[in-house]
């Protein structure tokens, strides 16, 4: 059975936890396969609702296998947390599985990424201070603290000897912050070894034997496309690649073993942070998505900065992820408008624009050319078929669908894990 590839096709904040439960009890593993805790998925299911950062959102469905893997950047005190968390709620997190090569978020990690945020000044990219460039950086620059060297105390003593040696240089000389000690890192991440040691594994070899023998493997990403930092609106993006090809390398599956990649799509458009948006809204309207879709950063707590749905992005998402369906989420924050904008297209420099230029200067120029679809008023939260839906927001669906490169193959009509219309079945 080839894997499915579960991610998000705006600026993330999409609602992959909502999909991904949807899809947990079909699946026989769950993997986070990018990204750190600056990610949050929310999960409602009665009522309760989770609120997952590091955790896969399979962790809620007792039949699936859990897998944070090597492309995820781990920061072993929340991790921890967030396990107990979970555990005092009565959720079963045993079957966790974490990659060896998976790497670490440290002190210095979070310390530098807060002093670099805050010397940019309004330059600022707009990270949550987690720690997560940092990390990256030094996996780039083979210099970073992997799972394994947890327990061996010899190689993760020099490798912080060596990692410090010029970032407490920088703290000191550049930043003005006190130097930070060796000893102390080695001896709280010595402190998680024997813990998070029940969970490590080579989850590469374990999820590629699954899916020989017939298992379903669904790789779920955090973020989104858009924040890609190869295919984002750099430099204001995340350092991983959340994009499909980032779920191959962060979890060491080959492209050829999947068969669906899914786009997770709002209903209409936000994004969390600094840089360029422009179906933006800064009235009365972009304050009603953000009140009505209770639009707050699961991890940061940050507003997010609403606007209508933008399909130049949704297409270019299907091109850059090769998107086999849509999920729609949040069709039912837009009840009660009277008129819905759709931004079919952009004017840039008194120009037509069909798709998402190519320059960074372009984009942040771009002024929305929009479309106006009838608005509904009745409450959508109970439709479980396309026809169930009035006939305007079936129709705004199919526009969607139209112009945005990919079948909407499912709806979600409000937060709950049964509130969803589901018009094809991915699996």
Same mark, same amino acid.
């Given at each position: ?12 904040d ?9 899809l947990g009890?079909?699946v026989?593993?769950?993997?986070r ?7 949050g998925h ?8 989770y ?5 896969p ?6 039949n699936?296998?859990?897998?944070i893997g090597?492309?995820v ?16 709620r009565?959720?079963?997190c045993?079957k ?6 998976a790497?670490?978020?440290?002190p ?9 945020? =805050?010397?940019l000044?309004?330059?600022k ?12 950086a030094d ?12 327990f061996d105390?010899s190689?993760? *003593?020099q490798? @912080? %000897?060596?990692a410090? =040696? ?10 003005n ?10 001896? %709280?991440?010595?402190?998680?070894? $024997? ?7 080579d989850?590469?070899?374990l ?12 790789? %779920?990403?955090?973020?989104g ?7 984002g ?6 350092s991983?690649?959340?994009t499909?090809g ?5 979890s060491?599956?080959?492209?050829t ?10 209903a209409?458009?936000? *994004? ?7 179906? $933006? ?7 009603a998505l ?13 507003? =997010? =900065?609403?606007?209508?749905y ?18 729609l ?8 408008w009277?008129?819905?904008?759709v ?8 120009k037509?624009i069909?798709e998402l230029p190519?320059?960074?200067?372009d ?6 050319i929009?479309e ?9 939260t ?9 006939k305007?927001?079936q $129709?705004y669906?199919?526009? @969607?669908?139209k ?20 018009v094809?079945?991915?699996?």
């Open positions: 059975m080839p894997a499915l590839v579960l991610l998000g096709a705006q600026w993330g999409e609602g992959k936890g909502k999909a991904t439960d949807l009890d079909r026989d593993y769950v993997v396969y990018q990204g750190g805790n600056n990610a929310t999960v409602v299911i009665g009522d309760q609702k609120a997952l950062h590091l955790l959102s399979g962790i809620l469905s007792p699936v296998i859990p897998v090597n492309g950047v781990i920061d072993p005190g929340v991790l921890l947390e967030e396990i107990q968390g979970l555990t005092e009565g959720i079963d045993s966790l599985l974490i990659s060896t090569n790497h670490l978020i440290t210095y990690h979070r310390t530098i990424d807060k002093v670099s945020e =805050r010397f000044g309004k330059s990219i707009g990270t949550t201070g987690r720690g997560i460039g940092p990390a990256y996996k780039i620059n083979r210099i970073g603290i992997r799972v394994q060297d947890l105390p190689i993760l *003593r490798k @912080l %000897e060596s410090l =040696r010029d970032k407490n240089q920088v703290l000191i000389k550049v930043f912050r006190k130097n930070i000690e060796v000893d102390e890192v080695l001896q %709280e991440y010595l402190g998680y070894a $024997e813990v998070l040691r029940p969970y490590v594994a989850t590469v070899l999820l590629n034997e699954a899916l020989q023998v017939g298992k379903r493997v669904l790789l %779920e990403g955090s973020q496309t858009l924040l890609d930092v190869d295919h609106t750099y430099p204001f993006v995340t991983s690649n959340p499909a980032g779920a191959c390398t962060g060491g599956i080959g492209p073993k999947i068969s669906k990649v899914i786009g997770i799509v709002k209409y458009t936000t *994004r969390v942070g600094s840089g360029p948006f422009p179906t $933006e809204l800064l009235d009365e309207d972009g304050e953000r009140r009505i879709g209770g639009e707050v950063g699961v991890t940061t707590g940050r507003p =997010r =900065r609403c606007g209508w933008d399909a130049p992005i949704a297409r270019y998402a299907v091109r850059v992820n090769g998107l086999t369906d849509f999920f989420t949040k069709l039912d924050v837009l009840t009660g009277e008129k819905i904008p931004c079919v297209a952009y004017e840039i420099e008194g037509r069909e190519a320059s960074q200067s984009f942040h120029h771009a002024q929305p929009y106006y679809l009838q608005g509904w008023s009745e409450d959508i109970k439709a479980r078929k396309l026809s169930d839906l009035p305007a927001a $129709e669906v199919a526009f @969607l669908e112009i945005s490169g990919a079948p909407m193959s499912a709806i979600g009509v409000g937060p709950g894990r049964d509130e969803t219309i589901v094809t079945d991915f699996i």
